[in-house]
Each structure stands twice: as structure tokens, then as C-alpha cells.
């Protein structure tokens, strides 16, 4: 059974590991960073567990603007709690895990953080092959992103909640 919880700070190496397993090298977020983030908006961390182990994660920050700029994913000081946005910098399965929901179930929780804080939205890029996985709970393409994360090429999503 797949459980969906507050991510714990000494849960940040196993995320790391995850997204070092699920993201490029060039777009991948390091251990050191995601400290840097947990210090700041560990409350935006939700991991998936399985048997006590984490096979997913989804985390992301807050703000009032309507994109989501590369500064972001480096900086967390750029984190507005105040923001009337939340913003999703990554959800990561375990490739061993991909294909059963997690995800998804990932994102409903994430979503219901959101209303639960009382933001008017959610804010992401993602690329082409993901824009159905988007658009399933509602997300709009806003445009091509400007975002250069990585070297690759992103689409700006929003969801109105």
C-alpha cells in the first residue's frame, strides 16, 4: 500500500538518490539543494511510501508570478509563502514504481495542499510527452516556456484551483 506524507528531513538523501535516478544530470536537483530547500519550504515536500521505503516525491515552492523562471530551481530564497501560487519543480517515481499512480496520487495530494493553503494555483513546466499527464488534472499550456532548465524545452502549465 502507497502512503502520501509530509516529507522528513532525514528523508532527503533517499530523495536526492530518486532524482538523480529520474531526471538528467544537467537537470537534476542535488542533495545540498534540496537541504537548501527543505529549510526553507519543507512543508511543500510530500513523499510516496512503500513498505517504509519512499519510491516518490513531489516538492516545489511559492510565489506570485505566473511562470516558473530557472532562478527558482537554484534559489530558494525566491520562495514568497505569501505567493498566491504554489509551483511544482519535480515529481519522481522509481522507474519500478512508474505506471501504477503514484504519481498521480502525488499530485492530487499536492493539490489538496495547495487549497488547504489557499493558493489560487499551481504553476509547472514540463515537457511534450508529459502535457497529457498535466492536462488530465486540469493543467492548461500557458505557452512555450523561456525556461532553458537543463538545455531542454519546457511548456509553462497552470492549474486553476
Same mark, same amino acid.
Given at each position: 500500500?502507497?502512503?502520501?506524507?509530509?516529507?522528513?528531513?532525514?528523508?532527503?538523501?533517499?530523495?536526492?538518490?530518486?532524482?538523480?535516478?529520474?531526471?538528467?544530470?544537467?537537470? +537534476?536537483?542535488?542533495?545540498?539543494?534540496?537541504?537548501?530547500?527543505?529549510? =526553507? #519550504? %519543507?512543508?511543500?515536500? &510530500?513523499?510516496?511510501?512503500?513498505?517504509?521505503?519512499?519510491?516518490?516525491?513531489?516538492?516545489?515552492?511559492?510565489?506570485?508570478?505566473?511562470?516558473?523562471?530557472?532562478?527558482?530551481?537554484?534559489? +530558494?530564497?525566491?520562495?514568497?509563502?505569501?505567493?498566491?501560487?504554489?509551483? =511544482? #519543480? %519535480?515529481?519522481?517515481? &522509481?522507474?519500478?514504481?512508474?505506471?501504477?499512480?503514484?504519481?498521480?496520487?502525488?499530485?492530487?495530494?499536492?493539490?489538496?495542499?495547495?487549497?488547504?493553503?489557499?493558493?489560487?494555483?499551481?504553476?509547472?513546466?514540463?515537457?511534450?510527452?508529459?502535457?497529457?499527464?498535466?492536462?488530465? #488534472? %486540469?493543467?492548461?499550456? &500557458?505557452?512555450?516556456?523561456?525556461?532553458?532548465?537543463?538545455?531542454?524545452?519546457?511548456?509553462?502549465?497552470?492549474?486553476?484551483?
Amino acid at each position: 500500500m502507497i502512503k502520501i506524507e509530509q516529507a522528513k528531513a532525514e528523508d532527503l538523501k533517499d530523495i536526492a538518490n530518486i532524482e538523480a535516478i529520474c531526471f538528467p544530470q544537467t537537470e +537534476a536537483c542535488g542533495y545540498e539543494e534540496f537541504v537548501k530547500r527543505y529549510e =526553507v #519550504f %519543507g512543508e511543500n515536500f &510530500l513523499v510516496a511510501r512503500k513498505d517504509n521505503q519512499i519510491v516518490g516525491f513531489i516538492n516545489g515552492n511559492e510565489t506570485s508570478q505566473r511562470y516558473l523562471p530557472d532562478c527558482f530551481y537554484s534559489d +530558494a530564497s525566491l520562495h514568497d509563502p505569501k505567493g498566491i501560487y504554489m509551483t =511544482v #519543480f %519535480g515529481i519522481d517515481v &522509481l522507474p519500478t514504481y512508474q505506471h501504477q499512480g503514484i504519481a498521480s496520487m502525488l499530485m492530487h495530494a499536492y493539490i489538496d495542499l495547495a487549497r488547504k493553503k489557499g493558493k489560487e494555483g499551481i504553476i509547472l513546466t514540463c515537457k511534450d510527452r508529459l502535457l497529457p499527464f498535466y492536462e488530465s #488534472f %486540469g493543467y492548461k499550456k &500557458l505557452q512555450d516556456s523561456l525556461s532553458s532548465h537543463g538545455g531542454a524545452k519546457w511548456n509553462d502549465m497552470f492549474l486553476e484551483i
